[in-house]
């Protein structure tokens, strides 16, 4: 069958890199891909929300199956676009209908969905424009840190944690009333902060039955120690060390369950992937978040150990046979560190050739932010490279990436040297 992926980033790649190896797949394109995909597939040029584009390029490349990366075109409904289109309709899209992709659109969905099916999170309330000062007033009510979050899609960056109450309450009007975050952040919500570490637990779901692939725990902030800014990830680890038998259960039993039932119930089509962001607190799994899409860079640790053929997998969700399918998992650890462009997440130039990539032995080399151009691999995005190894123990596996790393270079190249540091 011929595929085609939208999206750019390392996920896309690591999709390309997974999707490639099955017999199934005849041809692949990926739209609008990257360097890395180039290598293993057809790259199409167009934006993932341009529909009518989209459109265009699975009729003329005979595409049997789109694998949606990114959060906007599910958020933006590409999956009820191909559903309502009499050309399209018969043709699978791996991805949630509209509906249920306002579970990462809107926090405040997320969580007024949470609170309806008790599953456990974070205490929060809402606020908008108009209600900024009882904003303030509510977090009075809270001890520090405060955690005020956009409710719209930010690109991973509209969450402000802060430990001073007047500088919450500045943020808390700079995101309502002078749109920091755009209309990202034209409703604010507030909720109290939960202590503990966090992990991702990822779900495949066909909308009646779920499977549950391995758990990874990723580093958002730029700086060592876990300081700084967030970005959109610096590298991950997967498995968690931490997630025992009794807490996968309990993820399982409180968290999952009713996740899959409570879409069933509220009637919210869902075929796709599930990244459930938690914090252990305690020995409790809680909710912080979550994504209608596979995470990055968790995805470039969690495929890798998945060895069943992923077009199958995918086949099964979109036929509703899902419940057939038994899933396998390497044993071994994998992990995976972001290479960036220096000054990343804020201002940073593009166009710096990137060397090396020849010289990596032993580890995955996934594009991100990285093109081609005259023959020259050169930087694009801000999150540009993930290198990622495997190894008996998760330690291993690190100190093979960070070798890997050190054959590679590009001008203002930075990466983080503590990934997994607090395991």
């Known amino acids: 069958m011929n595929i085609l992926i939208l999206g750019s980033g390392g996920r896309e790649h690591t999709f390309a890199w997974k999707i490639a190896q099955s017999p199934l797949c005849k041809n692949l394109f990926v739209a609008p891909g990257n360097s890395g995909t180039a290598e293993i597939a057809t790259n199409i040029d167009l934006r993932v929300t341009d529909f009518g584009a989209i459109k265009s390029a699975v009729l003329s490349n005979h595409v049997n199956m789109v694998v949606v990366g990114p959060e906007d075109p599910l958020v933006q409904g590409v999956h009820d676009f191909f559903l309502k289109d009499s050309e399209l309709k018969h043709i699978p899209v791996i991805g949630p209908q509209k509906a249920a992709a306002e579970l990462e659109g809107s926090k405040q969905f997320a969580k007024e969905f949470m609170m309806r099916h008790q599953i456990p999170t974070a205490a929060y309330q809402a606020f908008d424009r108009n209600t900024v000062e009882e904003g303030c007033a509510f977090l009075e009510t809270l001890n520090p840190p405060y955690v005020l979050k956009a409710d719209g899609l930010a690109a991973g960056k509209g969450v402000l944690i802060l430990n001073d109450l007047e500088e919450a309450k500045t943020e808390l009007r700079n995101m309502l009333v002078d749109s920091k975050f755009g209309d990202a952040s034209s409703r604010v919500v507030i909720e109290e902060f939960l202590d503990g570490i966090e992990l991702s637990c990822f779900v495949l779901t066909d909308g009646e039955s779920y499977k549950i692939?391995?758990?990874?725990?990723?580093?958002?902030?730029?700086?060592?120690?876990?300081?700084?800014?967030?970005?959109?990830?610096?590298?991950?680890?997967?498995?968690?060390?931490?997630?025992?038998?009794?807490?996968?259960?309990?993820?399982?039993?409180?968290?999952?369950?009713?996740?899959?039932?409570?879409?069933?119930?509220?009637?919210?089509?869902?075929?796709?992937?599930?990244?459930?962001?938690?914090?252990?607190?305690g020995n409790d799994p809680k909710v912080i978040e979550y994504n209608v899409r596979m995470g990055d860079p968790e995805t470039e640790v969690v495929l890798p150990r998945l060895k069943n053929d992923l077009v199958e997998v995918f086949n099964a969700i979109s036929n509703q046979t899902l419940h057939k399918v038994a899933i396998e998992i390497d044993e071994r650890a994998a992990t995976t560190i972001m290479m960036v462009s220096g000054g990343y997440p804020e201002a940073y130039e593009k166009g710096k050739e990137i060397i090396g990539l020849d010289q990596v032995e032993d580890s995955i080399v996934f594009h991100a932010g990285a093109t081609l151009t005259d023959d020259k691999i050169v930087t694009s995005g801000g999150r540009v490279i993930a290198v990622t190894s495997y190894g008996k123990t998760y330690q291993e596996a690190i100190k093979k990436s960070y070798q890997n790393i050190e054959k590679l270079h590009f001008d203002k190249m930075y990466y983080r040297k503590d990934i997994g540091f607090d395991l």
């Open 213 to 281: 692939l391995p758990t990874a725990k990723d580093y958002k902030r730029i700086g060592e120690g876990d300081t700084g800014l967030n970005t959109g990830g610096m590298g991950a680890v997967s498995p968690v060390p931490f997630a025992t038998p009794d807490f996968l259960n309990k993820i399982e039993e409180r968290i999952v369950k009713p996740t899959v039932s409570g879409l069933k119930k509220d009637n919210l089509p869902y075929k796709g992937f599930i990244f459930i962001g938690l914090i252990k607190v």
